[in-house]
């Protein structure tokens, strides 16, 4: 998945496939406060995009 067809509030499985991580990843990353989500609803969570691009931006001098 490309970053520009990532919705506005992808779901946890979508989140997880745009980085390449289980689920279970993503939700321990949102318990840890290293993705933001929101609960919508009494089970459904979206996360939101821009951490998750944080997430995946290189680090140091790589473009």
Known sequence: ???HELPRHPSI???AE???V???TIR???SSGLIRAQRVGPRLIRVD???LLEL??????AQ
């Open 49 to 51: 995009r821009e951490s």
């Open 22 to 24: 289980d689920p279970k």
């Open 18 to 20: 745009y980085l390449g």
């Open 13 to 15: 499985q979508q989140s």
């Open 1 to 3: 998945m490309i970053a």
């Open 56 to 61: 995946a931006r290189p680090v140091g001098g």
């Open 28 to 30: 321990r990353w949102i």
